[in-house]
Structure formats: structure tokens, C-alpha cells
């Protein structure tokens, strides 16, 4: 029997990152699956809260779809949207509209970093 893609490169492509975050060591993976890329930012070095972003179709004169965003696990709370919005909607307008899921542990969910947050989320580009 012969296995799929043996010689095939792998379908889960990784990058990782690591920085300083407003004083706090800071942790980013991105990965891209065939339908979605998984972002895990993280100040504890285990997953967080988990929220999917789900871009919305849109008519071509809207222009760029809006990203729907739902908690899936761990605290459903304003802020976090405010944060998987702002972090990851370039991601999915530049995988051609993929779903992203973002898993964020954040120590010092302050606005303030989120422009260095999504800095090194660039810098882990794999789509």
C-alpha cells in the first residue's frame, strides 16, 4: 500500500517566533492547514483561549469581508474579540479569506501591545 505523500512536503507548515511584549517573554506559532491557519499566542507557554474568525462572504463592491469571531473554549469576554479582530484579520485577508483559529494566553491583555503582537505574528508568515 502506498502512503500518500511520503515525498510530498508536509501538509502542516509551522514558523515560530518569540519577543519581548511589553516586558513579558511572548510566544507565536502560525501554522497553515489546507482550510485554516492556526495562530497560538502565547506569555505561558500553553494555549489559551481558543476563538475561531470566520470571514463573511461579501459582495464584490463591499470589498473586504468582516471576520465573524466565537469563543470555542475558555472565557468568552469582550476584550478577546477586540484582540482576535485586531490580530488576526490581516492573516485571513492574506490567505485568500481562510478561517483562522487563535489561540491567546495573554498575562496583560493590554491594548497597547496589540500592534506589537500582530508584528510578530507577520514575522511567523505562512500563508
Known amino acids: 500500500m502506498?502512503?500518500?505523500?511520503?515525498d510530498a512536503k508536509p501538509t502542516v507548515v509551522s514558523k515560530k517566533a518569540e519577543e519581548t511584549v511589553h516586558g513579558v517573554a511572548t510566544q507565536v506559532v502560525c501554522s497553515a492547514f489546507s482550510d485554516h491557519i492556526l495562530v497560538?499566542?502565547?506569555?505561558?507557554?500553553?494555549?489559551?483561549?481558543l476563538v475561531s474568525l470566520t470571514p463573511n462572504a461579501v459582495s464584490e463592491e463591499l470589498g473586504k469581508p468582516s471576520l465573524t469571531t466565537k469563543v470555542l473554549l475558555g472565557q468568552d469576554e469582550p476584550l478577546i474579540h477586540?484582540?482576535?479582530?485586531?490580530?488576526?484579520?490581516?492573516?485571513?485577508?492574506?490567505?485568500?479569506?481562510?478561517p483562522v483559529l487563535l489561540s491567546l494566553a495573554l498575562k496583560d491583555k493590554n491594548v497597547d501591545s496589540i500592534k506589537e503582537l500582530t508584528e510578530v505574528i507577520r514575522r511567523c508568515r505562512v500563508w
Open 82 to 98: 477586540v484582540f482576535a479582530k485586531n490580530l488576526t484579520t490581516f492573516v485571513s485577508q492574506e490567505s485568500k479569506n481562510k
Open 2 to 6: 502506498h502512503m500518500a505523500g511520503m
Open 40 to 49: 497560538v499566542v502565547t506569555q505561558y507557554g500553553k494555549m489559551g483561549t
